[in-house]
């Protein structure tokens, strides 16, 4: 049944996000095609709160541009007055906070120039309404820390901290812990204060995962300076990058060279909404329903303030994450997503748009896989409707306990259809909301000729376009040295227009190789030599690992987890022959950032004991064995482990993965 949400009571007073309702668009979409609608709403979208930051820029450029003029003049033998120099300061002063400003990023889908209408600089808390305000002063550390200090004066405040710390004046010990180890995850700058004190990881936003050339090399230069210890590039579960070993200083001319190859990695970390995940082969996929990179985009930047770092987003009571899919497979794992878009048709009217999932997070205490909204929307109302359910979020997520703060807990305390009635509310309130309250089932089954629920993305695969191929390679545990990510640059700019593509399983691919070229790329040597860790047809073990970064650089972590996975794998591919690939994920700690849930066999850190020569029991690293977690159209998390306190040592851990593989998949012993 349709339905006109905004003639519905609501809960919601609407006064009350007067701030988002001065957004709203107000020219129709009908006549624009899908990806003139995208972009065309995020053109019109928060265009306030980007002025927030901007003046943030403009501010702290205001006075080295100033004295530049002036030693220009001076220099010229230009006589100036003090009248006339107040006239260039005022004139620099207004073009920050003009009301007429322009700012534009270009991006792969067109220029987004956004006209900034607002004089006022507003702060993440002026978001905020006043019983969400209440809530947060009385919540946990970090919502305390979040008003006293708000995270959105950090992009410019890494800047001054970077200066100060080149002049000698401080260091970074002298810096306050809930700016170290908390603000500046706003500017996506992590201190790895356990492993590595004073070095910080960098996270990026890699909208679908899609890289270029220019920017791989780039990685590798900027991590280059510290060392192959150190100095290391991870693709994440998330299909984005992370940089790791700098200093405070590097971070901050890290953070502002990143727009200038088209990336960013403000609002990545902390309570903010994640890296945007699509399908990596959107647009090549012959099994293609919906091209996720043009919708990824555009959250991305409106989320984001094109880059720059957006206020309003920056009070939310914690994480959150979106992803789309754009097939049948769902590569981008919807169902562990809090909003997971499945594109599906109308039945009857063939309308392209999206069932809708909420909910699905991994944490310590719960873990919770994706349930239905029970709701369909068109494809052109999926920013809207992300808008009304982050604004939900934002406003009505717990402040108290951070392990109940995820969105879950959220549509629980409210129930579903007071939940669902509240995002059509915000909608309509936007610009009007076309809703069905049911979902789609597929018209047919799919005959697709993928292993366990889904294709693998390895190795050698035509595309929808005549004579083009895409091409998988593995990346071990997804981690990256310096050469290897020049390696890939020189292997995209010969073989695929200069685009890299990353997957949710920390892997990459190289789109549009033509056919005639396939195998030159298979033949290339960094294939093939001894020592070299990169492959496009690596083993059904060890080939479909994935690992989270583990206790080399996390606080959280309680084991080793890539060396460690990567040798038992490795290991397991010489003792057992398998019909298919088995999925091996392997996390640190309890928080799951490995998603062991989700994998075919998944090992979580956890404590255990082992006999020591004496006979002693003595306490050692270990992990929690788990096995069942299904992806794809039939997703299925196994929440219980099938074993607890397993040692992690060969010794102790291959018997019982050779057993599962044996068992559970069907694998047999070699001779």
Same mark, same amino acid.
């Given at each position: 049944?349709y339905s006109?949400?905004?003639k519905?009571?609501s809960i919601?007073?609407?006064?009350? $996000? ?5 957004? $709203? ?13 995208i972009d065309s ?10 002025i927030d ?6 501010y702290?450029a205001?006075?080295?541009?100033s004295?530049?003029?002036?030693s220009?003049?001076?220099?010229d033998?230009?006589i ?13 002063l207004?073009?920050?906070t003009s009301?007429?400003g322009?700012?534009? !990023? ?6 987004c ?10 702060l ?5 309404p006043?019983e969400?305000?209440?809530r947060?002063?009385?919540?946990? $550390? ?9 995270p959105?004066n ?6 001054e901290?970077?200066?100060?710390i080149?002049? /000698?004046?401080i260091d970074w010990k002298?810096?306050?812990?809930d ?6 995850k ?9 492993a ?5 990881m ?5 909208p679908n ?10 990685f ?6 510290y060392?192959p210890?150190?100095?290391?590039v @991870? ?8 940089? !790791?070993?700098?200093p405070?200083?590097d ?7 990143? %727009?200038t190859?088209?990336?960013t990695?403000?609002m990545s970390g ?7 995940v699509?399908s990596?082969?959107a /647009?090549?996929d ?6 996720t ?13 094109n ?13 959150? &994450?979106?992803?789309?899919s ?6 981008a794992?919807?169902?562990?997503n ?32 994706a349930? %239905?909204m029970? +709701?369909?929307? %068109?494809e @052109? ?5 992300c !808008? ?6 934002r *406003? ?5 306990d ?7 807990? =959220?549509i ?5 259809d007071?939940?669902r009635?509240e995002?059509f509310?915000l ?6 909301a ?6 789609f ?7 697709s000729?993928?292993t366990?629920?889904?294709?693998s993305?390895?190795g050698?695969h035509?595309?929808?376009?005549d004579?083009?191929?895409?091409i998988g390679?593995h ?10 990510c ?7 700019d ?8 990353l997957t949710v399983?920390?892997n990459?691919?190289?789109p549009n ?12 040597? #960094?294939f093939h030599e *001894?020592g070299?860790?990169?492959?496009i047809?690596p083993?059904q ?7 989270c970064?583990g ?6 972590a309680? #084991?080793e ?11 397991l591919?010489? =003792?057992?022959t ?10 640190g700690c309890?928080?799951? +950032? ?8 998944g090992?979580?850190?956890? %404590? ?7 006979g002693v ?6 992990v &929690?064995?788990f096995v069942g ?7 299925m ?13 060969e010794e ?9 593989l044996?068992d ?8």
């Amino acid at each position: 049944m349709y339905s006109n949400a905004g003639k519905q009571n609501s809960i919601i007073d609407l006064q009350r $996000m007067q701030n988002t309702s001065n957004y $709203m668009p107000s020219d129709s979409m009908n006549d624009l095609s899908t990806h003139q609608a995208i972009d065309s709403r995020v053109h019109s979208y928060n265009v306030s709160s980007n002025i927030d930051s901007l003046r943030h820029m403009a501010y702290t450029a205001v006075a080295p541009v100033s004295s530049s003029i002036v030693s220009f003049l001076i220099t010229d033998n230009v006589i100036i007055t003090s009248k006339m120099l107040l006239i260039v300061v005022f004139a620099l002063l207004a073009s920050a906070t003009s009301v007429e400003g322009y700012v534009g !990023r270009q991006n792969a889908y067109g220029r987004c120039t956004h006209k900034l209408y607002s004089n006022s600089f507003k702060l993440g808390k002026d978001y905020l309404p006043e019983e969400t305000l209440t809530r947060a002063a009385g919540g946990n $550390m970090f919502e305390k820390v979040k008003l006293t200090n708000d995270p959105a004066n950090v992009w410019t405040e890494v800047t001054e901290y970077a200066a100060a710390i080149r002049s /000698g004046t401080i260091d970074w010990k002298d810096i306050a812990s809930d700016d170290m180890d908390i603000r500046v995850k706003y500017a996506g700058m992590f201190h790895r204060k356990k492993a590595t004190p004073g070095k910080f990881m960098m996270r990026l936003r890699v909208p679908n995962g899609i890289l270029n050339s220019q920017q791989l090399r780039y990685f590798a230069d900027a991590v280059e300076p510290y060392g192959p210890e150190l100095g290391v590039v @991870d693709i994440t579960t998330r299909a984005n990058i992370q940089l !790791r070993g700098m200093p405070l200083e590097d971070a901050a001319d890290i953070f502002k060279h990143l %727009p200038t190859i088209g990336l960013t990695c403000a609002m990545s970390g902390l309570d903010n909404l994640r890296n945007m995940v699509g399908s990596p082969i959107a /647009g090549i996929d012959p099994y293609e329903i919906y091209d996720t990179r043009a919708l990824t985009k555009s959250i991305d930047d409106w989320y984001t303030g094109n880059g720059l770092g957006n206020p309003e987003w920056c009070n939310m009571p914690r994480k959150f &994450n979106i992803a789309i899919s754009g097939s049948r497979d769902d590569f981008a794992h919807t169902h562990i997503n809090d909003i997971g878009l499945i594109p599906i048709h109308h039945s009857r009217t063939n309308q392209l748009g999206f069932n809708v999932v909420l909910g699905g997070y991994f944490s310590i205490k719960r873990i919770a896989g994706a349930i %239905p909204m029970d +709701c369909w929307i %068109p494809e @052109d109302e999926a920013l809207d409707f992300c !808008r009304a359910v982050l604004t939900l979020f934002r *406003d009505f997520g717990s402040r108290k306990d951070r392990q109940k703060a995820r969105l879950m807990w =959220l549509i629980e305390e409210m129930g579903m259809d007071k939940f669902r009635q509240e995002v059509f509310a915000l909608m309509s309130s936007y610009r009007g909301a076309m809703m069905i309250n049911t979902q789609f089932e597929p018209a047919q089954q799919y005959t697709s000729e993928w292993t366990q629920g889904h294709r693998s993305l390895l190795g050698v695969h035509p595309q929808k376009q005549d004579n083009l191929n895409f091409i998988g390679v593995h990346i071990p545990v997804g981690r990256l040295s310096v050469s290897e990510c020049r390696i890939l640059a020189d292997l995209a700019d010969k073989y695929s227009d200069g685009e890299v593509r990353l997957t949710v399983e920390q892997n990459a691919i190289f789109p549009n190789i033509h056919t005639n070229q396939v195998s030159s790329f298979t033949e290339e040597p #960094v294939f093939h030599e *001894d020592g070299s860790r990169l492959s496009i047809y690596p083993g059904q073990i060890s080939g479909q690992v994935v690992s989270c970064t583990g206790s080399q650089f996390c606080p959280l972590a309680l #084991v080793e987890t890539k060396l460690t996975i990567d040798a038992l794998t490795r290991k397991l591919d010489e =003792l057992v022959t398998i019909p298919n690939p088995v999925r091996i994920h392997m996390t640190g700690c309890p928080n799951s +950032c490995g998603q062991v849930q989700l994998a075919d066999i998944g090992l979580m850190g956890a %404590p255990a004991k082992k006999m020591n020569a004496e006979g002693v029991m003595k306490a050692v690293p270990g992990v &929690n064995v788990f096995v069942g977690g299904k992806i794809g159209e039939d997703a299925m998390l196994a929440e219980k482990p099938m074993m607890t306190g397993i040692p992690l040592t060969e010794e102790d851990l291959i018997p019982v993965l050779t057993k599962i593989l044996v068992d559970t998949f069907h694998g047999q012993l070699k001779q």
